[in-house]
């Protein structure tokens, strides 16, 4: 009676965690599956988007882990036309988020910032407007930002501005949009040389 009873108690903790596992892939597959809705997709390169599937894994565009989890998402100059949605910040393995050189427009969702696996964000060459999350300066793991070319507004948020200091960003190109404000071309550190590309007008110090 006791064989049986861990066996099925064996049983039921595996069961248990692969209903967990099932639940956050589904988590994420609506989480893209939100953005898939936000945006008009004329070249239909989201064709495979399947919200039906057990998980996004077998996405076009979309790498996983062994974990079947979320780490990559390569849209770059696919076309797409829309905004972003909120739900992109349950992805909590992601690594890269490309979705340069499309015409994405309205603002950066504060909940990118909940991205803190997030080696790689680029977002260059879209429409943005609004200002730069400050909520971006929770991506302590960040190492590539680029925000260019877009419409985006305001200061550079003085957490993210930290974020070169401490030499994790390598890159931050916020170049050709409407910002303004005060920072270093350049920070050496013993990690990085980080590159900060600002607009003409923002002055240097």
Not at 35 to 53: C, R
Request: hydrophobic letters at 40%; proline letters at 4%; a neutral charge.
């Amino acid at each position: 009676m006791t064989r049986f009873t861990d066996a099925f108690m064996v049983v039921s903790v595996l069961l248990a965690a692969a209903a967990i596992t099932t639940v956050n892939c589904n988590a994420e597959g609506d989480a893209l599956n939100a953005f898939k809705v936000g945006v008009a997709d004329p070249n239909n390169v989201l064709q495979s988007w399947d919200p039906t599937l057990a998980n996004p894994c077998t996405w076009f565009h979309v790498t996983c882990n062994s974990q079947n989890s979320v780490t990559r998402l390569d849209l770059g100059d696919a076309g797409l036309t829309g905004i972003l949605v909120p739900q992109l910040g349950m992805l909590a393995n992601l690594q890269y988020l490309e979705l340069y050189g499309n015409n994405l427009s309205g603002s950066i969702p504060a909940q990118l910032g909940n991205l803190t696996a997030l080696v790689s964000l680029d977002l260059y060459s879209n429409k943005f407007t609004g200002q730069i999350p400050s909520t971006l300066a929770n991506l302590h793991s960040l190492r590539f930002l680029r925000l260019n070319n877009n419409k985006l507004q305001g200061k550079l948020p003085v957490g993210l501005v930290n974020l070169v200091y401490t030499g994790n960003l390598r890159i931050m190109d916020v170049s050709r949009n409407l910002l303004s404000g005060t920072t270093r071309s350049h920070n050496k550190t013993e990690l990085a040389i980080t590159t900060i590309i600002q607009d003409p007008k923002a002055p240097q110090s």
